[in-house]
């Protein structure tokens, strides 16, 4: 992975770009039931944002969730957790969503004690 420096009006933004060059943002994860979950960060490599309809943050929901109920699964999962990751994103009235891809530059997921995905969140979005 690549930081790339990105020269804006007033402040330089730093982003990070990955495998084919897919612009990632740091990722926050408050879903500590999420079988990818390690240490608020995430071990999937990239997540999937829904809320196509989506008006608030509520409306939104990590659609790559998946509930921690056992071993058996954790050994599925990578353990190598990212503060950066790819983020896919269905919210098309979010200011951050360009072309389906996340562009915040930091992205925040929310969710405590969820058991389905309907009931995580994120609370980055931004309506237009």
């Known amino acids: 992975m690549n930081i790339k420096k990105e020269n804006g009006h007033t402040d330089t933004v730093l982003f990070a770009i ?3 060059g897919k ?11 999420c079988a990818y979950n390690k240490s608020e960060c995430c071990c ?3 997540i999937l944002v829904g809320g196509k309809h989506a008006c608030c943050d509520d409306d939104t929901c990590c659609e790559s969730f998946a509930e921690s109920k056992t071993d058996r ?7 190598h957790p990212s503060s950066v990751i790819s983020i896919d994103c269905e919210a098309v009235k ?3 969503n360009s072309n389906y891809k ?3 530059e930091h992205v925040d997921i929310k969710g405590c004690g969820a058991c389905d995905c ?3 969140a994120c609370s980055t979005f931004r309506e237009q």
């Open 23 to 33: 612009r990632m943002a740091e990722l926050k994860c408050y879903v500590d039931n």
């Open 94 to 96: 979010c200011v951050y």
């Open 18 to 20: 990955g495998k084919g």
């Open 118 to 120: 309907r009931e995580t």
């Open 102 to 104: 996340c562009t915040a």
């Open 73 to 79: 699964f954790t050994n599925a999962v990578n353990n």
């Open 44 to 46: 999937k490599g990239d």
